[in-house]
């Protein structure tokens, strides 16, 4: 495996060691403060978080262009609000990534 890959196969790991699910009711108060970014469930959180980290305009503008990146989403708030739901959630400083929980078929 090459160098290039080795290091971004090490970074997305350490990214997934980071992601957890989290009650949505711990994250509300960073909501409030603009500090989150919900990714939708058709990206990989991984793969989006390490967008993120690189500082991959070009990419990120694509999925807010998409409507895959919102920092504004009070109906989806409201309703983990309302089912007290566990969300995904990886810290890519400055931003707190969430993520729906996918029910299982």
């Known amino acids: ?10 970074e997305k790991a350490k990214i997934l060691g980071e992601t957890a699910k989290i009650s949505w009711q711990e994250l509300e108060r960073f909501y409030a403060q603009g500090k989150l970014i919900l990714v939708s469930d058709t990206l990989n959180l991984v793969d989006v978080g390490y967008s993120i980290s690189l500082d991959d305009a070009t990419k990120i503008i694509e999925w807010m262009e998409q409507g895959l990146l919102l920092k504004q ?31 299982k078929d």
């Open 1 to 10: 495996m090459r160098e290039v890959e080795r290091l971004i196969q090490e």
């Open 73 to 103: 989403f009070d109906n989806q708030a409201k309703q983990w609000h309302e089912q007290k739901a566990d969300v995904w959630s990886v810290v890519v400083h400055p931003w707190v990534l969430v993520q729906a929980v996918k029910d």
